[in-house]
T-cell receptor, first 114, second 116 residues
Framework: AQTVTQSQPEMSVQEAETVTLSCTYD???????LFWYKQPPSRQMILVIR??????QNATENRFSVNFQKAAKSFSLKISDSQLGDTAMYFC???????????FGPGTRLSVLP | DGGITQSPKYLFRKEGQNVTLSCEQN?????MYWYRQDPGQGLRLIYY???????QKGDIAEGYSVSREKKESFPLTVTSAQKNPTAFYLC???????????????FGPGTRLTVT
């Protein structure tokens, strides 16, 4: 069974600074997808970024980028120029190629400080 | 206006009563999921359905039941057998593309269930 680990329960960063959230996962599959979701206080889950395992290039979405290390099974999220609106819970998630397994990590609570 | 609707936003029930949480989608997505979220924790999968009239148990299905009679609807019943039903419940969908499911889940706004 797949597992997703986020080793940082809480983190904080100063506004405009850069922060990196860690995620590791365990799977025996070769093709899969990885995601970072954001859950602000409203509790609405919002997709931040996704990565297909077969792509070597790291995904980027504006201020958000990932460092995907397939051999190490690592998938970290970097937030540049942090904004107050980035304050939220961040979940790393794994999806198998055929969607039978969609597994979430326990989350990292990020606080952006003014 | 496409999306996923979960109603109500807050639900209160007495212990021993069954309660059904609604999840409706007009995205024409094939697969639907129910998750439970407890305070300070991640999401845990209760049930999922990839096509109409078919569904599979997730990691914590005990005390819950579902049905999928229509593509648009995937209601979740929390039965009196569920020992700790108070939680935040999230419904999600994905769309099938060929033999594989799309690589993204879309989430509803969630229902906060409190059982006393």
């Amino acid at each position: 069974a797949q597992t997703v680990t986020q080793s940082q329960p809480e983190m904080s960063v100063q506004e405009a600074e850069t922060v990196t959230l860690s995620c590791t996962y365990d799977t025996s599959e070769n093709n899969y997808y990885l995601f970072w979701y954001k859950q602000p206080p409203s509790r609405q889950m919002i997709l931040v970024i996704r990565q297909e395992a077969y792509k070597q290039q790291n995904a980027t979405e504006n201020r958000f980028s990932v460092n995907f290390q397939k051999a190490a099974k690592s998938f970290s999220l970097k937030i540049s120029d942090s904004q107050l609106g980035d304050t939220a819970m961040y979940f790393c998630a794994f999806m198998s190629n055929y969607g039978q397994n969609f597994v979430f990590g326990p989350g990292t609570r990020l606080s952006v400080l003014p | 206006d496409g999306g996923i609707t979960q109603s109500p936003k807050y639900l209160f029930r007495k212990e021993g009563q069954n309660v059904t949480l609604s999840c409706e989608q007009n995205l024409n997505h094939d697969a639907m999921y129910w998750y439970r979220q407890d305070p300070g924790q991640g999401l845990r999968l209760i049930y999922y359905s990839q096509i109409v009239n078919d569904f599979q148990k997730g990691d914590i299905a005990e005390g819950y039941s579902v049905s999928r009679e229509k593509k648009e609807s995937f209601p979740l019943t929390v039965t009196s057998a569920q020992k700790n039903p108070t939680a935040f419940y999230l419904c999600a969908t994905t769309v099938r593309q060929g033999a594989s499911l799309s690589y993204e889940q879309y989430f509803g706004p969630g229902t906060r269930l409190t059982v006393t």
